[in-house]
C-alpha cells in the first residue's frame, strides 16, 4: 500500500507540528531515522513517528500507553486509534496524523500522559509548572 497524494501534501506539516509539540516537553529528543522519527526521555522511548512503516500505508504516531488506555480510545475512534505492530502487545498506542482532521490536543495529551509515565519525577513536576495556567 502507498501514500495518497493528501496524505504526502499534508506530511511535512503535519511532521512539523508533532516535532513542536515533543520539543515542548523538557529534555525530550527528536531524532531522524531516516523518513520515521524516534522520540525520547533521557534514553527511554516516548513515541515513534512513523512515516509508511513497512509500507502499511499510514502516517502516524504510536506512543507509549497502557492497554487498557489503549482499548478505551480505539474503542472511541477505531478510525484514528489503532494497536501498533510490535509494540501494540504491550500497549502502545498508534494514532493516525493522516487523516482529513487530526485533533492535536489528543496528540498532545497523548504524549504528556505517556511522559509522564516514563520521565523522572523531577521533569515531570517541571512540565506541570510550565503548563499550569
Known sequence: MSLSSPQLATAESRRSRLVKICESFPEVTVVPANEHLKISIRKKTLAYYSFDHHGDGMISL?????????????????????????????????????????????????????????????????????TRP
Request: proline share 6%; glycine share 4%.
Open 62 to 130: 504510536v506512543c507509549k500507553s497502557n492497554p487498557s488506555d489503549q482499548r478505551r480510545m480505539i474503542r472511541s475512534d477505531p478510525e484514528t486509534f489503532f494497536v501498533p505492530d510490535y509494540l501494540g502487545a504491550k500497549g502502545w498506542l498508534g494514532i493516525r496524523l493522516d487523516l482529513a482532521e487530526v485533533d492535536w490536543d489528543v496528540v498532545t495529551e497523548s504524549l504528556r500522559q505517556a511522559y509522564q509515565d516514563l520521565a523522572p519525577k523531577k521533569l515531570v513536576i517541571q512540565l506541570l509548572e510550565e
